[in-house]
């Protein structure tokens, strides 16, 4: 059982994990349990939590694309199954022994049927979750809305949430401006936006300028702060 392997620009490292927490939502401590593992006690003994994500090994400090887009998919199951990390770190194990250099949570073939999480590769489905558990339906399937995916089958761009804000306008694309957040339909970046606001550009003259829509540059300053609610 395969996948093909992803893009090159997707498994570079680029997002530092304070960084990558903030586009997730999620906090720094638990990408860095995630992606480096933890130290702990029990029983008064010292005890090694191993990643549950990654590739790279601990000393890792960067995250890339396709790293990001299964530290979402793992925060998506989390919240809206609430699968223990143990068990889930189990059925990682299992598919990194059917290929342990691919990023299987970022690919277009992991799915759920609403009870059940799970990865299509070629004829057979390989079961990520148990049936009955009681899920959230509505976290998952808004938070798998927000990937796109590319020829590859791996995801290639991820819309982010914004504040205050119901429209998918602002993006990570790690084909654009370094995979840094953009205008998704124009691949503008927010930081780019952000600094001529500063400057005391107006959000319809920088909409003339940019051929964006109002709305998107307000999304885009939302996103870097700039524009309360």
């Excluded at 995630?34 to 000393?59: D, E």
């Excluded at 809206?80 to 598919?95: E, K, Q, V």
Aim: aromatic share 8%.
């Amino acid at each position: 059982m395969t996948l093909p392997a992803p893009e090159e620009i997707k498994i570079v490292p680029a997002y530092r994990l304070a960084e990558a927490a903030r586009y997730l939502g999620a906090s720094p401590s638990t990408l860095r349990t995630w992606f480096r593992g933890r130290n702990y006690k029990a029983a008064g003994q010292p005890r090694r939590s191993q990643p549950v994500l990654g590739q790279r090994g601990p000393a890792a400090k960067t995250l890339s694309f396709l790293d990001l887009i299964e530290a979402h998919v793992l925060h998506l199951v989390r919240r809206g199954y609430g699968i223990p990390l143990n068990r889930f770190r189990r059925a990682m194990d299992y598919l990194r022994e059917i290929n342990p250099d691919l990023h299987f949570l970022a690919h277009e073939n992991f799915r759920y049927d609403h009870r059940n999480l799970f990865l299509r590769m070629e004829d057979r489905l390989v079961s990520l979750s148990e049936r009955g558990q009681v899920v959230a339906e509505p976290v998952i399937e808004e938070g798998l809305k927000r990937l796109d995916y590319g020829a590859d089958g791996f995801a290639s761009r991820f819309l982010l949430p914004i504040a205050h804000s119901h429209r998918n306008t602002i993006a990570l694309d790690p084909s654009i401006g370094f995979g840094r957040p953009v205008i998704a339909r124009l691949g503008v970046k927010a930081e780019v936006i952000a600094a001529r606001f500063a400057a005391g550009e107006g959000i319809q003259a920088m909409a003339e300028d940019f051929g964006a829509k109002a709305t998107e540059i307000e999304d885009a300053l939302r996103w870097c702060n700039r524009l309360a609610a």
